[in-house]
Protein backbone atom coordinates (compact mmCIF):
# COMPACT_ATOMS: atom_id res chain seq x y z
CA UNK A 1 0.00 0.00 0.00
CA UNK A 2 1.37 3.02 -1.18
CA UNK A 3 0.27 5.28 2.61
CA UNK A 4 0.83 2.35 4.68
CA UNK A 5 1.41 3.33 8.28
CA UNK A 6 2.61 1.12 10.29
CA UNK A 7 3.22 0.75 14.51
CA UNK A 8 6.69 -0.02 15.01
CA UNK A 9 7.24 -0.18 18.76
CA UNK A 10 5.70 1.23 21.80
CA UNK A 11 7.48 3.31 23.70
CA UNK A 12 6.62 3.15 27.67
CA UNK A 13 4.59 -0.10 26.94
CA UNK A 14 3.84 -2.10 29.62
CA UNK A 15 1.40 -4.40 31.15
CA UNK A 16 -2.13 -3.03 32.44
CA UNK A 17 -1.16 -0.02 30.02
CA UNK A 18 -4.65 -0.10 28.65
CA UNK A 19 -6.58 0.32 30.99
CA UNK A 20 -5.39 3.80 32.70
CA UNK A 21 -5.34 4.50 36.80
CA UNK A 22 -5.96 1.27 38.45
CA UNK A 23 -9.05 0.74 40.28
CA UNK A 24 -9.51 -3.00 40.62
CA UNK A 25 -7.34 -5.92 40.00
CA UNK A 26 -8.67 -9.59 40.36
CA UNK A 27 -6.19 -12.96 39.85
CA UNK A 28 -8.53 -15.74 38.66
CA UNK A 29 -6.62 -18.40 38.49
CA UNK A 30 -8.85 -20.87 37.35
CA UNK A 31 -9.06 -19.84 34.04
CA UNK A 32 -5.70 -17.96 33.28
CA UNK A 33 -6.23 -14.54 33.69
CA UNK A 34 -6.30 -11.35 35.80
CA UNK A 35 -9.32 -8.87 35.43
CA UNK A 36 -8.05 -5.20 36.01
CA UNK A 37 -10.31 -1.89 35.73
CA UNK A 38 -9.01 1.49 35.29
CA UNK A 39 -10.05 5.10 34.05
CA UNK A 40 -8.14 6.92 31.27
CA UNK A 41 -9.15 10.31 32.39
CA UNK A 42 -10.76 12.79 30.01
CA UNK A 43 -10.93 14.00 26.59
CA UNK A 44 -12.85 16.61 24.84
CA UNK A 45 -15.33 14.43 23.02
CA UNK A 46 -16.83 16.01 19.87
CA UNK A 47 -18.78 15.17 16.95
CA UNK A 48 -20.84 11.38 16.90
CA UNK A 49 -20.40 8.87 19.64
CA UNK A 50 -19.89 9.20 23.01
CA UNK A 51 -16.09 9.00 24.91
CA UNK A 52 -16.30 5.73 27.51
CA UNK A 53 -13.09 6.80 29.11
CA UNK A 54 -13.41 3.59 31.37
CA UNK A 55 -11.89 0.54 30.59
CA UNK A 56 -11.84 -3.15 32.01
CA UNK A 57 -9.07 -5.53 30.78
CA UNK A 58 -8.72 -9.24 31.12
CA UNK A 59 -5.10 -10.13 30.72
CA UNK A 60 -3.17 -13.64 30.21
CA UNK A 61 -1.94 -14.81 33.69
CA UNK A 62 1.48 -16.25 32.21
CA UNK A 63 2.53 -13.03 29.83
CA UNK A 64 0.09 -10.23 31.16
CA UNK A 65 -1.05 -9.38 27.44
CA UNK A 66 -4.14 -8.57 26.95
CA UNK A 67 -7.09 -10.88 25.94
CA UNK A 68 -9.77 -8.63 25.76
CA UNK A 69 -10.20 -4.75 26.73
CA UNK A 70 -13.79 -3.35 27.02
CA UNK A 71 -15.48 -0.17 27.37
CA UNK A 72 -17.55 1.29 30.16
CA UNK A 73 -19.91 3.93 30.30
CA UNK A 74 -19.20 4.35 34.41
CA UNK A 75 -16.76 4.02 36.90
CA UNK A 76 -15.77 0.40 38.03
CA UNK A 77 -17.07 -0.15 41.33
CA UNK A 78 -16.92 -4.00 42.09
CA UNK A 79 -15.14 -7.07 40.20
CA UNK A 80 -16.51 -10.70 41.07
CA UNK A 81 -15.17 -13.64 38.75
CA UNK A 82 -17.65 -16.95 38.95
CA UNK A 83 -16.19 -19.53 41.07
CA UNK A 84 -16.28 -21.99 38.29
CA UNK A 85 -17.74 -20.90 34.96
CA UNK A 86 -15.58 -18.11 32.97
CA UNK A 87 -17.57 -15.16 33.57
CA UNK A 88 -17.11 -12.19 36.02
CA UNK A 89 -19.32 -9.70 37.12
CA UNK A 90 -18.58 -5.75 36.86
CA UNK A 91 -20.48 -3.99 38.71
CA UNK A 92 -20.00 0.39 37.73
CA UNK A 93 -21.83 3.66 38.21
CA UNK A 94 -21.34 7.21 39.84
CA UNK A 95 -23.77 9.85 41.59
CA UNK A 96 -24.40 12.30 37.75
CA UNK A 97 -23.79 15.42 40.29
CA UNK A 98 -27.68 16.19 40.02
CA UNK A 99 -30.06 13.74 41.49
CA UNK A 100 -29.68 10.33 40.47
CA UNK A 101 -27.14 7.71 40.69
CA UNK A 102 -26.74 5.43 37.55
CA UNK A 103 -24.32 2.66 36.41
CA UNK A 104 -24.56 -0.90 34.87
CA UNK A 105 -24.30 -4.57 35.72
CA UNK A 106 -21.93 -5.80 33.77
CA UNK A 107 -21.31 -9.89 32.89
CA UNK A 108 -18.43 -10.22 30.92
CA UNK A 109 -17.57 -13.78 29.26
CA UNK A 110 -13.58 -14.53 30.13
CA UNK A 111 -13.29 -16.50 26.89
CA UNK A 112 -15.45 -14.45 24.09
CA UNK A 113 -14.94 -10.90 25.80
CA UNK A 114 -19.02 -10.43 25.33
CA UNK A 115 -20.50 -8.03 27.56
CA UNK A 116 -24.00 -8.21 28.90
CA UNK A 117 -25.63 -5.55 31.15
CA UNK A 118 -27.62 -7.39 33.88
CA UNK A 119 -29.79 -4.25 34.71
CA UNK A 120 -32.76 -3.18 33.15
CA UNK A 121 -32.69 0.18 35.15
CA UNK A 122 -29.30 2.67 35.54
CA UNK A 123 -28.58 2.17 39.03
CA UNK A 124 -25.16 2.02 40.97
CA UNK A 125 -23.55 -1.23 41.53
CA UNK A 126 -21.76 -0.81 44.66
CA UNK A 127 -20.25 -4.27 45.68
CA UNK A 128 -21.30 -7.80 44.18
CA UNK A 129 -20.50 -11.66 45.74
CA UNK A 130 -21.15 -14.99 44.30
CA UNK A 131 -23.22 -17.43 46.76
CA UNK A 132 -22.76 -20.62 47.51
CA UNK A 133 -26.23 -21.23 45.82
CA UNK A 134 -25.21 -20.12 42.47
CA UNK A 135 -27.01 -16.49 42.91
CA UNK A 136 -25.19 -13.01 42.39
CA UNK A 137 -25.78 -10.67 45.35
CA UNK A 138 -25.42 -7.32 45.23
CA UNK A 139 -25.40 -3.95 46.73
CA UNK A 140 -27.09 -1.24 44.86
CA UNK A 141 -27.61 2.31 45.43
CA UNK A 142 -30.79 4.42 46.14
CA UNK A 143 -32.14 5.81 43.20
CA UNK A 144 -31.10 8.91 44.27
CA UNK A 145 -29.15 11.01 46.23
CA UNK A 146 -31.94 11.47 49.06
CA UNK A 147 -31.45 7.65 49.76
CA UNK A 148 -27.67 8.59 50.99
CA UNK A 149 -24.05 8.03 49.28
CA UNK A 150 -22.84 5.56 51.69
CA UNK A 151 -25.28 2.78 52.11
CA UNK A 152 -26.83 0.66 49.50
CA UNK A 153 -30.04 -2.12 49.10
CA UNK A 154 -28.89 -6.00 49.11
CA UNK A 155 -30.29 -8.34 46.40
CA UNK A 156 -29.95 -11.19 45.52
CA UNK A 157 -30.54 -12.75 41.92
CA UNK A 158 -30.71 -16.44 40.01
CA UNK A 159 -30.74 -17.61 36.40
CA UNK A 160 -31.39 -20.74 34.61
CA UNK A 161 -27.74 -20.54 32.86
CA UNK A 162 -25.49 -17.79 33.66
CA UNK A 163 -23.41 -18.31 30.38
CA UNK A 164 -26.74 -17.24 28.79
CA UNK A 165 -28.09 -14.62 31.10
CA UNK A 166 -30.18 -12.14 29.19
CA UNK A 167 -29.52 -8.29 29.29
CA UNK A 168 -32.48 -6.44 31.56
CA UNK A 169 -32.14 -9.51 33.72
CA UNK A 170 -31.83 -7.54 36.99
CA UNK A 171 -34.58 -5.10 38.25
CA UNK A 172 -33.11 -2.59 41.17
CA UNK A 173 -36.59 -1.75 42.23
CA UNK A 174 -36.62 -5.47 43.23
CA UNK A 175 -34.25 -4.55 46.42
CA UNK A 176 -36.12 -3.39 49.16
CA UNK A 177 -34.37 -5.00 52.17
CA UNK A 178 -32.80 -2.01 54.56
CA UNK A 179 -29.78 -0.39 53.34
CA UNK A 180 -26.35 -1.37 54.92
CA UNK A 181 -22.52 0.53 54.71
CA UNK A 182 -21.23 0.39 51.11
CA UNK A 183 -17.82 0.89 51.97
CA UNK A 184 -15.19 1.33 49.55
CA UNK A 185 -15.87 1.41 45.44
CA UNK A 186 -12.32 0.46 44.81
CA UNK A 187 -9.20 -1.75 45.60
CA UNK A 188 -6.90 -0.23 48.11
CA UNK A 189 -4.04 -2.52 47.61
CA UNK A 190 -4.52 -1.77 43.14
CA UNK A 191 -1.18 -0.37 42.46
CA UNK A 192 0.47 -2.20 44.58
CA UNK A 193 -1.08 -5.65 42.86
CA UNK A 194 0.32 -4.87 39.61
CA UNK A 195 3.63 -3.95 40.49
CA UNK A 196 3.69 -7.69 42.14
CA UNK A 197 2.45 -8.88 39.26
CA UNK A 198 4.63 -7.04 36.90
CA UNK A 199 7.79 -7.98 39.21
CA UNK A 200 8.40 -4.38 39.83
CA UNK A 201 7.88 -2.80 36.12
CA UNK A 202 4.51 -1.26 36.41
CA UNK A 203 4.67 1.99 36.82
CA UNK A 204 1.45 4.83 36.45
CA UNK A 205 1.76 6.51 33.16
CA UNK A 206 -1.25 8.88 31.82
CA UNK A 207 -1.85 11.30 29.09
CA UNK A 208 1.18 11.98 26.75
CA UNK A 209 0.26 16.22 26.38
CA UNK A 210 3.06 16.46 23.61
CA UNK A 211 5.90 15.48 21.80
CA UNK A 212 9.03 16.42 19.75
CA UNK A 213 11.26 14.20 17.51
CA UNK A 214 14.72 15.33 17.62
CA UNK A 215 17.03 14.95 14.54
CA UNK A 216 19.45 12.28 16.13
CA UNK A 217 16.03 10.07 16.57
CA UNK A 218 15.47 10.63 20.16
CA UNK A 219 11.92 11.54 21.26
CA UNK A 220 10.81 14.44 24.02
CA UNK A 221 7.32 14.13 25.38
CA UNK A 222 5.16 15.64 28.48
CA UNK A 223 2.26 14.17 30.07
CA UNK A 224 0.66 14.19 33.39
CA UNK A 225 2.80 12.58 35.85
CA UNK A 226 6.00 14.02 33.94
CA UNK A 227 7.08 17.27 33.13
CA UNK A 228 9.93 15.96 30.20
CA UNK A 229 10.76 12.68 29.48
CA UNK A 230 13.43 11.66 26.72
CA UNK A 231 13.36 8.41 24.58
CA UNK A 232 17.03 7.30 23.26
CA UNK A 233 17.14 6.28 19.46
CA UNK A 234 16.71 2.51 19.93
CA UNK A 235 13.36 3.29 22.19
CA UNK A 236 14.88 3.25 26.05
CA UNK A 237 14.15 6.16 28.45
CA UNK A 238 16.77 7.94 28.79
CA UNK A 239 15.55 10.16 31.97
CA UNK A 240 12.58 11.65 33.05
CA UNK A 241 11.09 15.03 35.40
CA UNK A 242 8.90 13.89 37.32
CA UNK A 243 5.95 16.61 37.57
CA UNK A 244 5.68 17.79 41.20
CA UNK A 245 2.23 19.11 40.50
CA UNK A 246 -0.24 18.44 36.85
CA UNK A 247 2.84 18.19 34.55
CA UNK A 248 3.89 19.95 31.56
CA UNK A 249 1.19 21.00 28.42
CA UNK A 250 4.62 21.58 25.67
CA UNK A 251 7.54 21.25 24.43
CA UNK A 252 9.30 23.01 21.96
CA UNK A 253 13.03 21.95 21.07
CA UNK A 254 15.48 24.36 20.51
CA UNK A 255 16.78 23.94 16.60
CA UNK A 256 20.23 22.46 17.48
CA UNK A 257 18.35 19.56 20.08
CA UNK A 258 20.59 20.36 23.29
CA UNK A 259 17.23 21.92 25.03
CA UNK A 260 13.89 22.10 24.82
CA UNK A 261 11.88 24.59 26.32
CA UNK A 262 8.57 23.07 28.44
CA UNK A 263 5.53 24.89 29.92
CA UNK A 264 3.82 23.41 33.06
CA UNK A 265 0.71 24.82 35.16
CA UNK A 266 -1.14 23.60 37.89
CA UNK A 267 -0.90 23.04 41.89
CA UNK A 268 1.95 22.08 43.10
CA UNK A 269 2.31 20.17 46.48
CA UNK A 270 4.18 21.03 49.39
CA UNK A 271 6.48 17.96 50.09
CA UNK A 272 6.18 17.58 53.24
CA UNK A 273 2.65 18.01 53.58
CA UNK A 274 1.58 16.80 50.34
CA UNK A 275 -1.05 19.41 50.53
CA UNK A 276 -2.02 21.57 47.43
CA UNK A 277 0.14 24.86 48.18
CA UNK A 278 -0.08 27.32 45.07
CA UNK A 279 -1.12 27.41 41.52
CA UNK A 280 2.24 27.18 39.58
CA UNK A 281 2.50 28.63 36.08
CA UNK A 282 6.08 28.58 34.26
CA UNK A 283 8.27 28.39 31.32
CA UNK A 284 11.08 26.10 31.97
CA UNK A 285 14.43 25.22 29.49
CA UNK A 286 15.75 22.05 30.24
CA UNK A 287 18.97 20.24 28.58
CA UNK A 288 18.21 17.17 26.44
CA UNK A 289 21.37 15.21 27.52
CA UNK A 290 20.44 15.09 31.40
CA UNK A 291 17.16 16.45 31.54
CA UNK A 292 18.58 19.35 34.02
CA UNK A 293 16.76 22.76 34.37
CA UNK A 294 18.98 25.70 32.72
CA UNK A 295 16.66 28.59 32.23
CA UNK A 296 13.23 29.47 33.81
CA UNK A 297 11.25 32.33 32.78
CA UNK A 298 7.90 33.21 35.14
CA UNK A 299 5.10 34.67 33.49
CA UNK A 300 1.45 35.81 35.10
CA UNK A 301 -0.57 33.47 33.86
CA UNK A 302 -0.92 29.97 31.41
CA UNK A 303 1.57 30.78 28.33
CA UNK A 304 1.73 29.89 24.93
CA UNK A 305 4.28 28.97 23.43
CA UNK A 306 5.16 30.33 19.49
CA UNK A 307 8.36 28.78 18.10
CA UNK A 308 10.12 29.08 14.32
CA UNK A 309 12.16 26.32 12.62
CA UNK A 310 14.93 28.57 13.24
CA UNK A 311 14.96 28.69 16.95
CA UNK A 312 13.13 32.18 17.71
CA UNK A 313 10.30 31.74 20.47
CA UNK A 314 7.68 33.61 22.12
CA UNK A 315 5.84 32.79 24.88
CA UNK A 316 2.76 34.76 25.43
CA UNK A 317 0.90 35.20 28.72
CA UNK A 318 -3.07 34.25 28.22
CA UNK A 319 -5.19 35.95 30.92
CA UNK A 320 -8.14 38.19 31.94
CA UNK A 321 -5.46 41.29 32.16
CA UNK A 322 -2.75 42.09 29.58
CA UNK A 323 1.19 40.93 30.19
CA UNK A 324 3.68 41.82 27.61
CA UNK A 325 4.71 38.89 25.24
CA UNK A 326 8.21 37.45 25.66
CA UNK A 327 10.50 37.29 22.40
CA UNK A 328 13.38 35.08 23.19
CA UNK A 329 16.31 35.32 20.21
CA UNK A 330 17.70 31.85 18.85
CA UNK A 331 20.63 32.31 21.46
CA UNK A 332 17.83 31.98 24.18
CA UNK A 333 18.07 35.13 25.40
CA UNK A 334 15.28 37.91 25.54
CA UNK A 335 15.08 40.14 22.72
CA UNK A 336 12.07 41.76 23.27
CA UNK A 337 8.90 42.88 24.96
CA UNK A 338 5.40 43.19 22.82
CA UNK A 339 2.86 45.12 24.93
CA UNK A 340 -0.24 43.41 23.60
CA UNK A 341 -4.07 44.55 24.41
CA UNK A 342 -6.32 42.66 26.41
CA UNK A 343 -8.48 40.88 23.86
CA UNK A 344 -5.29 39.67 22.11
CA UNK A 345 -3.69 38.09 25.82
CA UNK A 346 -7.09 35.94 26.03
CA UNK A 347 -7.47 35.00 23.14
CA UNK A 348 -6.50 31.01 22.43
CA UNK A 349 -2.83 29.57 20.81
CA UNK A 350 -2.08 28.84 17.64
CA UNK A 351 0.00 25.64 17.73
CA UNK A 352 2.21 26.23 14.25
CA UNK A 353 4.44 23.38 13.72
CA UNK A 354 7.70 23.68 11.36
CA UNK A 355 6.95 27.49 11.03
CA UNK A 356 9.31 30.07 9.50
CA UNK A 357 7.30 32.39 11.52
CA UNK A 358 5.80 33.30 15.34
CA UNK A 359 1.75 32.89 14.13
CA UNK A 360 -0.67 32.92 16.67
CA UNK A 361 -4.45 33.71 16.78
CA UNK A 362 -6.20 37.08 18.00
CA UNK A 363 -9.10 38.99 17.85
CA UNK A 364 -7.37 42.20 16.24
CA UNK A 365 -6.58 44.45 15.06
CA UNK A 366 -8.16 43.81 11.49
CA UNK A 367 -11.14 45.36 9.42
CA UNK A 368 -13.20 42.24 11.27
CA UNK A 369 -12.46 43.05 15.25
CA UNK A 370 -14.88 40.33 15.66
CA UNK A 371 -13.34 37.46 14.33
CA UNK A 372 -10.39 36.01 15.46
CA UNK A 373 -7.63 36.58 13.10
CA UNK A 374 -4.45 34.97 12.46
CA UNK A 375 -0.97 37.17 13.29
CA UNK A 376 2.35 37.06 12.50
CA UNK A 377 5.23 38.60 15.21
CA UNK A 378 8.57 40.05 13.29
CA UNK A 379 11.53 39.54 15.53
CA UNK A 380 13.71 42.73 15.52
CA UNK A 381 16.73 43.29 13.08
CA UNK A 382 18.02 45.84 10.53
CA UNK A 383 14.68 46.42 9.80
CA UNK A 384 13.90 47.37 13.32
CA UNK A 385 12.14 46.36 16.16
CA UNK A 386 9.89 43.65 16.58
CA UNK A 387 6.56 44.01 15.29
CA UNK A 388 3.11 42.57 14.91
CA UNK A 389 1.28 42.12 11.49
CA UNK A 390 -2.49 41.08 10.89
CA UNK A 391 -2.17 38.55 8.42
CA UNK A 392 -6.08 37.09 7.37
CA UNK A 393 -9.05 35.98 9.19
CA UNK A 394 -9.26 32.31 11.04
CA UNK A 395 -12.50 31.81 8.88
CA UNK A 396 -12.01 31.74 5.73
CA UNK A 397 -15.39 31.69 4.48
CA UNK A 398 -17.38 34.91 6.03
CA UNK A 399 -20.26 33.54 3.66
CA UNK A 400 -20.23 29.99 5.67
CA UNK A 401 -22.51 29.67 9.13
CA UNK A 402 -19.24 27.28 10.15
CA UNK A 403 -17.49 29.07 13.23
CA UNK A 404 -13.92 27.66 13.01
CA UNK A 405 -12.07 27.54 16.61
CA UNK A 406 -8.55 27.05 16.93
CA UNK A 407 -6.10 24.01 16.94
CA UNK A 408 -2.64 22.49 15.59
CA UNK A 409 -1.42 23.52 12.32
CA UNK A 410 1.46 23.03 9.80
CA UNK A 411 3.18 25.59 7.99
CA UNK A 412 4.37 24.84 4.42
CA UNK A 413 6.72 26.40 1.82
CA UNK A 414 3.68 28.74 0.86
CA UNK A 415 0.65 27.47 3.02
CA UNK A 416 -0.74 27.04 6.17
CA UNK A 417 -2.78 24.09 7.05
CA UNK A 418 -4.61 24.49 10.24
CA UNK A 419 -7.57 22.74 11.71
CA UNK A 420 -9.79 22.69 14.80
CA UNK A 421 -12.98 22.44 16.16
CA UNK A 422 -16.01 23.80 13.63
CA UNK A 423 -19.24 23.91 15.01
CA UNK A 424 -22.15 24.98 12.72
CA UNK A 425 -25.23 26.64 14.53
CA UNK A 426 -29.33 24.99 13.54
CA UNK A 427 -32.29 26.47 14.24
CA UNK A 428 -32.12 24.55 17.83
CA UNK A 429 -29.49 23.00 19.51
CA UNK A 430 -29.96 19.25 18.83
CA UNK A 431 -29.78 20.40 15.12
CA UNK A 432 -26.19 22.13 15.41
CA UNK A 433 -23.31 20.23 14.05
CA UNK A 434 -20.38 20.16 15.57
CA UNK A 435 -17.05 18.15 13.68
CA UNK A 436 -13.30 18.99 12.87
CA UNK A 437 -12.21 21.14 10.16
CA UNK A 438 -8.43 21.12 8.32
CA UNK A 439 -8.08 23.64 5.63
CA UNK A 440 -4.85 24.93 3.66
CA UNK A 441 -4.31 28.49 3.22
CA UNK A 442 -1.73 30.65 0.78
CA UNK A 443 0.36 31.97 2.03
CA UNK A 444 0.43 35.31 3.02
CA UNK A 445 -3.00 36.47 1.88
CA UNK A 446 -4.95 33.51 3.51
CA UNK A 447 -6.52 32.40 0.26
CA UNK A 448 -8.59 29.02 0.57
CA UNK A 449 -6.83 26.19 -1.17
CA UNK A 450 -9.00 23.37 -0.24
CA UNK A 451 -10.90 22.02 3.52
CA UNK A 452 -11.58 18.60 4.69
CA UNK A 453 -14.42 18.66 7.08
CA UNK A 454 -15.40 15.56 9.15
CA UNK A 455 -17.55 14.69 12.22
CA UNK A 456 -14.02 13.30 14.17
CA UNK A 457 -12.84 14.73 16.89
CA UNK A 458 -9.80 15.93 16.45
CA UNK A 459 -6.19 15.16 18.12
CA UNK A 460 -4.09 16.17 16.44
CA UNK A 461 -1.93 17.70 12.94
CA UNK A 462 1.42 17.46 11.64
CA UNK A 463 2.45 16.56 8.11
CA UNK A 464 4.63 18.22 5.04
CA UNK A 465 4.82 19.01 1.85
CA UNK A 466 3.05 15.84 0.70
CA UNK A 467 1.14 14.04 3.23
CA UNK A 468 -0.69 15.77 6.01
CA UNK A 469 -0.90 13.56 9.03
CA UNK A 470 -5.06 14.20 10.60
CA UNK A 471 -5.36 12.15 14.38
CA UNK A 472 -8.27 11.85 15.50
CA UNK A 473 -9.26 10.74 19.06
CA UNK A 474 -11.74 8.13 17.80
CA UNK A 475 -7.66 6.57 17.03
CA UNK A 476 -8.35 6.48 13.66
CA UNK A 477 -5.33 8.62 11.31
CA UNK A 478 -6.31 10.21 8.06
CA UNK A 479 -3.66 11.09 5.02
CA UNK A 480 -4.25 13.74 3.16
CA UNK A 481 -2.16 15.16 0.07
CA UNK A 482 -1.05 18.46 1.40
CA UNK A 483 -1.91 19.95 -2.52
CA UNK A 484 -5.52 18.95 -2.89
CA UNK A 485 -6.94 17.71 0.74
CA UNK A 486 -7.71 14.58 -0.90
CA UNK A 487 -7.54 11.61 1.34
CA UNK A 488 -5.06 9.24 0.52
CA UNK A 489 -5.20 6.53 3.14
CA UNK A 490 -6.91 5.45 6.06
CA UNK A 491 -5.62 4.13 9.25
CA UNK A 492 -6.87 2.60 13.13
CA UNK A 493 -3.83 2.88 15.32
CA UNK A 494 -3.84 -0.41 17.74
CA UNK A 495 -1.24 -1.37 20.51
CA UNK A 496 -1.26 -4.69 20.76
CA UNK A 497 -4.69 -5.91 18.72
CA UNK A 498 -6.37 -3.45 20.97
CA UNK A 499 -7.63 0.33 20.03
CA UNK A 500 -5.85 3.09 21.43
CA UNK A 501 -7.05 6.81 22.09
CA UNK A 502 -4.29 9.42 20.62
CA UNK A 503 -4.46 12.74 22.27
CA UNK A 504 -1.01 13.94 20.43
CA UNK A 505 1.38 13.63 17.38
CA UNK A 506 4.50 14.24 15.93
CA UNK A 507 6.24 14.26 12.89
CA UNK A 508 9.47 13.79 11.76
CA UNK A 509 10.08 13.76 7.91
CA UNK A 510 13.36 12.89 7.84
CA UNK A 511 12.75 9.69 9.96
CA UNK A 512 9.53 8.93 7.89
CA UNK A 513 8.36 8.66 11.53
CA UNK A 514 5.04 9.74 12.88
CA UNK A 515 4.90 9.16 16.84
CA UNK A 516 1.36 9.00 18.64
CA UNK A 517 1.30 9.56 22.21
CA UNK A 518 -1.86 8.51 23.81
CA UNK A 519 -4.36 8.56 27.00
CA UNK A 520 -2.83 5.83 28.57
CA UNK A 521 0.81 6.94 28.50
CA UNK A 522 2.26 5.21 25.53
CA UNK A 523 4.08 5.88 22.84
CA UNK A 524 2.98 4.89 19.31
CA UNK A 525 6.67 4.89 17.11
CA UNK A 526 4.92 4.67 13.43
CA UNK A 527 6.65 4.17 10.48
CA UNK A 528 5.55 6.32 6.93
CA UNK A 529 6.11 6.40 3.53
CA UNK A 530 9.11 8.23 1.70
Known sequence: ??????????????????????????ADARHGCVIAAGDLGHVMWRGTGQWLGHRIGVYEAGTLRPRHVVASRYPVCAVEPHPEL??????TGRYDGSWDFQGELLLLHLETGQVTNLLCKSRQVRHLRWLEDGRLAMLLSPEDKDGGFRKGFELAVAADDWLSAPAGLVDPDDARHPMVESGL??????????????????????????LAVLADGRVLATGLHTDLECWDPSGAPTWALPAEGEGSVRVEAAPDGESAWVTYRGHRRDKGTGRLVDRAIAVQRVST???????????????????????????????????PALLLAPTHQEAARLDLSPSRSNSPALRVKHSDRLLYVDGGPGPDDDAPWIHAIDPPGAHGPATVRALFPLRWDPASALQPWYGPAVELSDSLVHAGRSYEPGTTYLNSREGTYVVSRQLPDGQTRWVHLTDKPLADLDGDERRMYVVYLTGEVEILDAATGEVRARHTLRAHGHPATPVSAAYRADQQRLVVGTLDGRILDCSVPD
Open 289 to 323: ADGDVVDTVDVPSAPALHATAEGWLAVRPQGRDAH
Open 185 to 210: LHDPQVEDTLARLTEGRWRRRAEVRD
Open 86 to 91: PLVAVG
Open 1 to 26: MPDELTVRRILGDQPFAEIGRPVWAV
